[in-house]
Structures are given as structure tokens and as C-alpha cells.
């Protein structure tokens, strides 16, 4: 067949017919290479006959209990309460964060000859080590390291394996282009390659992919579109906490978080997740606040810390780690307008302990009152959880689910609680 190039943008998969410097799609610098796409002009047939292709809601079956229960319970959560067959998840995160290991450990979790474990990144050798460390992995459990594309996908379809795990979605390549692996023309085949699979003959894939500096998901976004589902594994390296969290989720919310904790011995799921961070803190130092987050549906405390020092440089420092730095901004200037404190001179470092990462706004009031502690110098009252939303004005906004962060400040022992005007009336209208 006769070669047909075009030059293709290896970040976000822009095309175009000459080779360009700088990609005008997504900004990269000297992301495009050069791309066959002599086999994607071949002729797709038709099929003209519609008549059995319209149906009835009615009529299609559906089964409530027809999820895959992993057993690990935070990695269910996340999936929106377990493994619909015929999906197609993408497990991302950085290298060395336990991708392979919470793969592997679902599989040995799983009944036996129901997982089949597929890498093209680590020898079976390798496989075998690590599955020594980790505690429960039944003998039985069935492996096959290889990179090529088809032969996996032989292999998926002719197994009695319904949920497969394929180690790295970036080390396979496929026979039918001319493309080195893990560039964006493969990564793409290959994944469509194994949604056909996985829809025609319901299994669950999961494809392993790497993050790449820029923190995109084996590079090109269309990735995201294909999957079903986007679950990335987070976590800071000088921790050993670790959040799975779903990004994009066709069968469930994704707002649910899973907490796990890196052992000498594999992945240990944390269900206890308030008590582990709260454990080990000093209560009664300055810039210290606890605040009642929820993360899905889950209430989790946690302690978030400032530092509020005097600048050593003309320009203050703002830097926040675990907090979205532009709401920092935003409160810092709210603590200026409204109460008068004087920033401009200070550096202000915010901390949240335990390597989570804050999207709930309802953090804003204990981020306030942790800086305003550390300003002062004065700790905080002993006991007591913050929670609520700042607004531009100064006004403490109300936030969801306020019963349940308070239940769980209650059971962890805590006395006392400052909240939302507005949701407390709330609460005392209840009563
Ligand atoms: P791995 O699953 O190989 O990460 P990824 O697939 O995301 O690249 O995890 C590797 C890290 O986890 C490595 O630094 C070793 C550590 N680890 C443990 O601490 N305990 C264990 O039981 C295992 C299997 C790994
Ligand atoms: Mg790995």
C-alpha cells in the first residue's frame, strides 16, 4: 500500500500536512513527528441493514448485581462500586507510585482464572518477586508478559479471564502501523483496539498508563474520550498515603476517593482515614486548624497547617502544598480587606498533613483560621473543627452535608465546632 505521512502533534494528536515547529492546538514545542496513515484511508464496510438494530428500552436487559467486586473496598468505591464488565478503565499516576501493584493485587483478589495479569514493562520473573511481597497472591493466578497488541488481544479473547490488567498501555504496539510504542498513534490503536474487545465479548480491561511531565494521562487527551473510565493514582513521595481518584467515570461519581497506605507488604487499604491523618500532631502549636472535608461521600478530618513568617526577600512567598493556590490568594486578600492583617510583608506557607489534595471548598474557613493563628501566634481552641466556604465579602457560606462532617468531628472526640451561620439555623430548625 502506498505510505500517506502526515506529521502529528504527540501531546494532543493535532494533525498536519507539513511538519510544524510549534503546535498550534495545544502550544507544545517540537511535538510533532511524522505518522503513516496509509491504513486509516482503507474503505470501512457498511452494513446497511438496520432492521434488528432498533430495540425497545424494554427490552434490554439490565441486572443490578452485575458489578465485579474487586475486594478491595477503595478501589470499588472509586470505580463506582465495583467492575462493570465490558469497560475499559485507564489507571494513571506517576512511575513508582504502586500502579502495577494495586493491579496486581486486585487480580489476586479476584476468584481464580477470573483476572488475567498482562505486562509488557516488567519481566514474569519480576511479576513473581513482587507478588512475594505482597501478602495473598494465589499461585493460580494467570500472567503473560508480551507487547504485541493482537497477541494480547488473542489471548483476552480466547481466556476465560473476564477483568485483564494491561501493563502499560505504552509498551504495546500494534502489528498494523508503522509507529515506535507508546507514541500517540499506537497508544490510540491499541486502546481501540481493546474497547472493541472488551464491549464484544464483556470483559473489563484495564490499561495501565503512564503520566507524562506534564501530567497528562499517556500523553494525548483523546485517550481520556475512548475509556469508560480515568482512575489516577496520586500521592507525595515522602509519604506513604497514597489516593486513587476517578477523574472520569461513565458508571459512577467522581468525587469518591480511595485511601491506601504503601507497606513493606503491598497496598493496605485505609478505611479509617480521619484517625491515620489526624494521628501523630501537636494540638496545641500556632497556624494549626482542623477542618471537616468531605471527599464524595465520605467526611474525612483533616489538619491543614500555615506558616505566616516575616518576608526575607522584597517579594513575599506564597506557596501551598495540598491547597488550590488561588483561593489562597483569595482568602489572604479577604483576611487583608476584612480584619485589617497585613500579608504584604509575611511569607505564608499552607500545608495540608498527609499528601491529600483539597477540592472542597468547605476548607476555606480552617485555612483562614490557620493563618490568622500562625499571624497572631496563638494556637487554636483545642477540639475544635472548621468548616465552611469564604466568600469575596468576608460572609462564611454554608456547605452540603454538614450532618455528617459533624458526626464524624463528634465520634473522633472533638467538642466543638465553628460553622456556617446558615447551616447551623439549619440544624437547630431540625431539632
Ligand atoms: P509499582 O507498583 O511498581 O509502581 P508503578 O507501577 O506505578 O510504577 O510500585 C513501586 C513502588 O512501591 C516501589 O518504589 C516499591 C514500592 N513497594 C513497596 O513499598 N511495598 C511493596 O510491597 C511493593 C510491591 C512495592
Ligand atoms: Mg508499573
Given at each position: 500500500?502506498?505510505?500517506?505521512?502526515?506529521?502529528?502533534?504527540?501531546?494532543?494528536?493535532?494533525?498536519s500536512?507539513?511538519?510544524?515547529?510549534?503546535?498550534?492546538?495545544?502550544?507544545?514545542w517540537?511535538?510533532?513527528?511524522?505518522?503513516?496513515?496509509?491504513?486509516?484511508?482503507?474503505?470501512?464496510?457498511?452494513?446497511?441493514?438496520?432492521?434488528?438494530?432498533?430495540?425497545?428500552?424494554?427490552?434490554?436487559?439490565?441486572?443490578?448485581?452485575?458489578?465485579?467486586?474487586?475486594?478491595?473496598?477503595?478501589?470499588?468505591?472509586?470505580?463506582?462500586?465495583?467492575?462493570?464488565?465490558?469497560?475499559?478503565?485507564?489507571?494513571?499516576?506517576?512511575?513508582?507510585?504502586?500502579?502495577?501493584?494495586?493491579?496486581?493485587?486486585?487480580?489476586?483478589?479476584?476468584?481464580?482464572?477470573?483476572?488475567?495479569?498482562?505486562?509488557?514493562?516488567?519481566?514474569?520473573?519480576?511479576?513473581?518477586?513482587?507478588?512475594?511481597?505482597?501478602?495473598?497472591?494465589?499461585?493460580?493466578?494467570?500472567?503473560?508478559?508480551?507487547?504485541?497488541?493482537?497477541?494480547?488481544?488473542?489471548?483476552?479473547?480466547?481466556?476465560?479471564?473476564?477483568?485483564?490488567?494491561?501493563?502499560s498501555?505504552?509498551?504495546?504496539?500494534?502489528?498494523r502501523?508503522?509507529?515506535?510504542?507508546?507514541?500517540?498513534?499506537?497508544?490510540?490503536?491499541c486502546?481501540?483496539?481493546?474497547?472493541?474487545?472488551?464491549?464484544?465479548?464483556?470483559?473489563?480491561?484495564?490499561?495501565?498508563?503512564?503520566?507524562?511531565?506534564?501530567?497528562?494521562?499517556?500523553?494525548?487527551?483523546?485517550?481520556?474520550?475512548?475509556?469508560?473510565t480515568?482512575?489516577?493514582?496520586?500521592?507525595e513521595?515522602?509519604?506513604?498515603?497514597?489516593?486513587?481518584?476517578?477523574?472520569?467515570?461513565?458508571?459512577?461519581?467522581?468525587?469518591?476517593?480511595?485511601?491506601?497506605?504503601?507497606s513493606?507488604?503491598?497496598?493496605?487499604?485505609?478505611?479509617?482515614?480521619?484517625?491515620?491523618?489526624l494521628a501523630?500532631?501537636?494540638?496545641?502549636?500556632?497556624?494549626?486548624?482542623?477542618?471537616?472535608?468531605?471527599?464524595?461521600?465520605?467526611?474525612?478530618?483533616?489538619?491543614v497547617?500555615?506558616?505566616?513568617?516575616?518576608?526575607?526577600?522584597?517579594?513575599?512567598?506564597?506557596?501551598?502544598?495540598?491547597?488550590?493556590?488561588?483561593?489562597?490568594?483569595?482568602?489572604?486578600?479577604?483576611?487583608?480587606?476584612?480584619?485589617?492583617?497585613?500579608?504584604?510583608?509575611?511569607?505564608?506557607?499552607?500545608?495540608?498533613?498527609?499528601?491529600?489534595?483539597?477540592?472542597?471548598?468547605?476548607?476555606?474557613?480552617?485555612?483562614?483560621?490557620?493563618?490568622?493563628?500562625?499571624?497572631?501566634?496563638?494556637?487554636?481552641?483545642?477540639?475544635?473543627?472548621?468548616?465552611?466556604?469564604?466568600?469575596?465579602?468576608?460572609?462564611?457560606?454554608?456547605?452540603?452535608?454538614?450532618?455528617?462532617?459533624?458526626?464524624?468531628?463528634?465520634?473522633?472526640?472533638?467538642?466543638?465546632?465553628?460553622?456556617?451561620?446558615?447551616?447551623?439555623?439549619?440544624?437547630?430548625?431540625?431539632?
Open positions: 500500500m502506498k505510505q500517506k505521512i502526515m506529521y502529528e502533534c504527540q501531546q494532543c494528536g493535532n494533525r500536512a507539513r511538519w510544524l515547529g510549534k503546535c498550534p492546538n495545544c502550544d507544545s517540537n511535538s510533532y513527528s511524522e505518522v503513516d496513515i496509509s491504513h486509516e484511508s482503507r474503505k470501512i464496510k457498511v452494513s446497511k441493514a438496520y432492521e434488528n438494530k432498533i430495540v425497545r428500552l424494554s427490552d434490554i436487559s439490565s441486572n443490578k448485581n452485575f458489578r465485579i467486586h474487586t475486594g478491595i473496598s477503595e478501589l470499588d468505591r472509586v470505580l463506582g462500586g465495583g467492575i462493570i464488565p465490558g469497560s475499559i478503565v485507564l489507571v494513571g499516576g506517576d512511575p513508582g507510585i504502586g500502579k502495577s501493584t494495586l493491579m496486581l493485587q486486585m487480580c489476586a483478589h479476584l476468584k481464580e482464572n477470573q483476572s488475567l495479569y498482562v505486562t509488557g514493562e516488567e519481566s514474569l520473573e519480576q511479576i513473581k518477586f513482587r507478588s512475594q511481597r505482597i501478602a495473598d497472591v494465589p499461585d493460580s493466578l494467570l500472567l503473560m508478559s508480551d507487547t504485541n497488541a493482537e497477541t494480547i488481544d488473542n489471548a483476552i479473547r480466547n481466556s476465560d479471564a473476564s477483568v485483564i490488567v494491561v501493563d498501555i505504552q509498551s504495546v504496539y500494534s502489528d502501523i508503522d509507529a515506535t510504542p507508546g507514541s500517540i498513534t499506537q497508544v490510540r490503536e486502546t481501540s483496539l481493546f474497547m472493541q474487545t472488551a464491549k464484544q465479548t464483556h470483559k473489563a480491561i484495564f490499561l495501565i498508563g503512564h503520566v507524562t511531565k506534564e501530567g497528562v494521562i499517556a500523553g494525548p487527551k483523546i485517550l481520556e474520550h475512548l475509556v469508560d480515568v482512575i489516577q493514582f496520586e500521592g513521595k515522602t509519604y506513604s498515603y497514597r489516593i486513587l481518584r476517578s477523574q472520569k467515570n461513565r458508571f459512577g461519581s467522581t468525587n469518591e476517593i480511595g485511601i491506601f497506605e504503601m513493606e507488604s503491598g497496598l493496605r487499604e485505609v478505611l479509617n482515614p480521619s484517625e491515620v491523618f501523630g500532631r501537636d494540638e496545641d502549636e500556632a497556624g494549626i486548624a482542623i477542618i471537616g472535608s468531605m471527599e464524595g461521600s465520605r467526611p474525612i478530618l483533616l489538619e497547617q500555615a506558616l505566616v513568617s516575616t518576608a526575607s526577600y522584597g517579594m513575599p512567598q506564597r506557596s501551598s502544598n495540598g491547597f488550590d493556590m488561588r483561593r489562597l490568594q483569595m482568602i489572604l486578600a479577604v483576611l487583608e480587606k476584612r480584619l485589617g492583617l497585613q500579608f504584604r510583608q509575611n511569607d505564608v506557607f499552607i500545608n495540608v498533613a498527609g499528601g491529600v489534595y483539597l477540592n472542597d471548598s468547605s476548607a476555606d474557613l480552617g485555612i483562614a483560621a490557620a493563618l490568622v493563628s500562625s499571624y497572631k501566634d496563638m494556637p487554636l481552641p483545642a477540639k475544635t473543627v472548621f468548616i465552611g466556604e469564604i466568600g469575596l465579602t468576608g460572609e462564611v457560606r454554608s456547605v452540603s452535608s454538614i450532618e455528617q462532617r459533624l458526626s464524624e468531628a463528634e465520634k473522633l472526640g472533638f467538642s466543638a465546632a465553628v460553622i456556617p451561620q446558615a447551616s447551623a439555623s439549619k440544624l437547630l430548625k431540625k431539632f
